[in-house]
């Protein structure tokens, strides 16, 4: 006869435990669920950009640039500097696609050489203008009160300045004649008349981002679960404000690629032995109707230039935008 206690035990069905296998939350479901999972805002944003043809093209495009800006010698041999004046305004052949300038020099690798200038003194200013402005916005946007009347009656200041006068202004204080300037403080001098003319833009997209996010439930709820400022700007505030910055940043670049070769063209921006291609279409203008080639190929190149991060900025931003899709 069996004892009653062993017997309710052996009868009691045994629980399994689930395996602590490090499997994900969703290993049991079913493929189909799995694969529609919710996506965060720039999951969804990828997910849209992919099926457009304009990114990809534009991607393309930035893509060589940037690498010809960084690796000039991969693309052409020739000298950029030297010439000889017996080629002067010898039109394209197969020697020299692009022909030669009227120093005798090569357009193509002159057009090539000129892609470093022109791209890093975009990239660069865009960088400066994106961390100021987007720091005075977010000060801004998050103190309120006077801090935010301050900032903004700051940058009004700057908004009434136009800015090719302002650049000007500038260039020609700092810069004096140019003659015995070197090559990188000449740029340094251009990037800083960009930055300092286009740095409000950037401030008043911040602030209004700001000032719309940060009475949010997931702000308020971290404030009073004692999250410091630093804390709720960083983690909280500058990641979800990011997305209007990336936007203007992309279409920025090729603005400021436009607005470099505008100052290269008046003469107060890059000079010589410095090449891009502002200063090609600068020493152009006079043969115009002789030598068409000399203006065609460096402005086909800062056209395609532009218009490839233009169109780069509007497809980010209709990836961002959910009204858009």
């Known amino acids: 006869m069996s004892d009653p206690s062993t017997a309710s035990i052996v009868s009691t069905p045994r629980i399994e435990e689930p395996a602590q296998t490090g499997a ?3 290993a049991g479901l079913p493929e189909s669920d799995r694969r ?19 990114f990809w093209i534009s991607a393309t495009f930035i893509l060589i640039f940037l690498v010809m800006a960084a690796f000039p010698q991969l693309f052409t041999s020739g000298d950029a500097v030297n010439g000889a004046l017996s080629r002067s305004r010898v039109e394209p052949s197969a020697d020299a696609w692009f022909g030669y300038d009227v120093q005798g020099r090569d357009v193509y690798a002159r057009v090539i050489y000129g892609a ?8 660069i200013s865009v960088i400066g203008t994106l961390l100021i402005g987007g720091t005075m916005g977010i000060i801004a946007g998050y103190r309120g009160g006077w801090v935010d009347a301050l900032l903004s009656r700051i940058a009004d200041v700057f908004f009434g300045l136009p800015f090719v006068l302002g650049a000007i202004v ?16 000449i740029m340094g001098l251009v990037i800083m ?3 300092v003319l286009s740095w409000p833009v950037v401030m008043r997209l911040m602030r209004s981002s700001v000032l719309a996010t940060k009475e949010a439930d997931y702000i308020v709820a971290a404030r009073a679960l004692g999250a410091g400022t630093g804390r709720i700007v960083l983690k909280h505030l500058l990641p979800n404000c990011l997305a209007p910055l990336l936007v203007y940043g992309t279409i ?10 505008t100052l290269s ?7 010589s ?6 200063i090609m279409i600068s020493e152009a203008q006079n043969y115009i109707r002789v030598s068409p080639f000399l203006l065609f190929f460096p402005a086909l190149f800062l056209v395609v230039a532009v218009l490839s991060f233009v169109m780069l900025g509007e497809a980010v931003r209709e990836a961002l935008d959910p009204k858009l899709r």
């Open 24 to 26: 994900p939350a969703n």
């Open 36 to 54: 529609n999972k919710p996506r965060g805002l720039l999951g969804d944003a990828w997910r849209d950009l992919r099926r457009k043809p304009l």
């Open 116 to 123: 470093r200038a022109s791209i890093v003194v975009a990239v």
């Open 170 to 185: 500038i260039l020609t204080t700092f810069n004096g004649s140019g003659t015995s300037n070197s090559e990188w403080k």
């Open 193 to 195: 008349s960009l930055v």
């Open 252 to 261: 920025m670049v090729g603005s400021f690629i436009g607005a470099e070769a």
């Open 265 to 271: 063209f008046l003469g107060v921006g890059l000079k």
């Open 273 to 278: 032995p410095v090449v891009s291609w502002g």
